[in-house]
């Protein structure tokens, strides 16, 4: 369990260390780090309702016997999906230095230990908002434009409560599953049409963390980050690239 997040205001001083940003061969792994660029999009979110920190507001719209138990384990799934993709993270950089290494004979001098500083800084600085519907109708809501927690909300309805019912204990702990994840989530962006919700992966390819920082880091319109194109619900909203299709197998025969 990580500790409270606190002293948000100020950045690491250590994000500024060498040891990030000066390579010490051609390409270095340990310099390209996706976590660092994370990092920087949060450090720049001065303003808005939890600056310098990154999460969505999760709706709870379904109620009922058990209700309260599924919903603690979704909450608890995303937790770990996070904990999970940026332990990946880390574990890929230490991949790629030692790659490296294994291609050149002039590179044993290089540590492949990898600083995992900015991985547990990207965990501290990762904070939801529990909302339910009274809370929702008890307030006259504030002004929120532009930030991204209430742009982009995680609706957790009936449908997604029995989605995540099947999921298996071992769910991440050893999993590589990827672009296939059978699990999803339902966004609700504030630019799509009001009853329409976003469907996102739930860890993968194309999840929830990487739509998070999509629409933050590149400020892309909807309809360049999704597609209706998936085989088993076609027409309905996607979020991220549409699946390969298989290609139609061409006989030789009769030509």
């Known amino acids: 369990m990580l500790p409270p997040a606190v002293d948000f205001d100020d950045s690491p001083s250590w994000i500024k260390d060498p040891k990030f940003h000066e390579p010490r061969l051609p390409g270095d792994p340990r310099c390209r780090r996706n976590v660092m660029v994370q990092l920087q999009v949060i450090l720049s979110l001065r303003h808005g309702h939890r600056p310098f920190r990154w999460g ?25 999906v996070a904990q999970v993709r940026t332990a990946n993270e880390a574990k890929g950089v230490k991949d790629d230095i030692m790659y490296d290494k294994q291609q050149s004979t002039n590179l044993d001098h290089i540590s492949d230990e990898v600083d995992i500083r900015p991985n547990e800084e990207f965990l501290r600085r990762l904070e939801n908002d529990i909302i339910d519907d009274k809370k929702i109708m008890a307030k006259n809501g504030t002004d929120l434009a532009g930030d991204m927690r209430f742009a982009a909300c995680i609706m957790i309805d009936t449908e997604i409560l029995y989605q995540f019912a099947t999921t298996p204990e071992e769910f991440l702990r050893d999993s590589e599953e990827g672009y296939a994840s059978s699990y999803w989530l339902k966004l609700v962006d504030a630019e799509t049409i009001p009853d329409e919700a976003v469907r996102v992966r739930v860890y993968g390819e194309d999840d929830f963390i990487k739509y998070w920082f999509e629409r933050n880091l590149r400020r892309l319109p909807m309809s360049d980050l999704t597609h209706r194109y998936d085989d088993e619900n076609p027409g309905v909203l996607y979020f991220g690239h549409a699946r390969p299709r298989t290609m139609p197998k061409i006989s030789l025969h009769g030509w």
């Open 56 to 80: 969505y507001a999760i709706i709870r719209t379904a109620y009922g016997p058990g209700s309260d138990e599924q919903f603690q384990k979704v909450i608890a799934i995303l937790s770990r």
